[in-house]
């Protein structure tokens, strides 16, 4: 069946930096487009990045636009979101989507110091 496994989350400061990454496994990976929401305490989930089948389109919210880099290597089968100049404001649980309409179980990202 189809897993979005998603790793890399925890605490950093601001200012700091965390990769996330995406494992999937049950579908055909290559041939999927990709994205990462996240969802904030009392919001609502919202897109922060997505990434078409081959890597090469990107589309980033203007809110992490030019700290933010969606990245995937089809032959791992995994997806990644480097997240740079952390801010608190993007503490958030962080979820992995799958443009077939799957998604992963989502990881704690806190920024504070």
């Known amino acids: 069946q189809v897993q979005l496994v998603e790793s890399g989350g925890g605490l950093v400061q601001p200012g700091g930096s965390l990769r996330l990454s995406c494992a999937a496994s049950?579908?055909?990976?290559?041939?999927?487009?990709m994205r990462w929401y996240r969802q904030a305490p009392g919001k609502e989930r919202e897109l922060v990045a997505s990434?078409?089948?081959?890597?090469?389109?990107?589309n980033y919210a203007d809110s992490v636009k030019g700290r933010f880099t969606i990245s995937r290597d089809n032959y791992k089968n995994t997806v990644y979101l480097q997240m740079n100049s952390l801010k608190p404001e993007d503490t958030a649980v962080y979820y992995c989507?799958?443009?077939?309409?799957?998604w992963g179980q989502g990881t704690q990202v806190t920024v504070s110091s």
């Open positions: 989507y799958a443009a077939r309409g799957s």
């Open positions: 990434i078409t089948s081959t890597g090469g389109y990107t």
């Open positions: 049950g579908f055909t990976f290559s041939a999927t487009a």
